[in-house]
């Protein structure tokens, strides 16, 4: 299945978006990404379930 959860506004938007694909995942994953595009944008990505993401994230720079 596809899921796609966007943002825009003023607020830390990595929250909001991890919150919106965690609330998608029950209709089954096999990866997740983010973008954020601001002055740096950047793109992450990774196979598995959205905590798998937000675990290679941690030791990154948001």
């Known amino acids: 299945m596809c899921g796609i959860v966007g943002y825009y506004g003023y ?24 973008a954020l595009l601001n002055e740096n944008s950047r793109v992450y990505k990774s196979k598995g379930r959205v905590e798998d993401l937000e675990n290679m994230l941690s030791d990154k720079d948001k």
């Open 11 to 34: 607020q830390d938007a990595y929250p909001i978006l991890i919150k919106g694909l965690k609330r998608l995942e029950y209709r089954g994953y096999d990866s997740a990404g983010i």
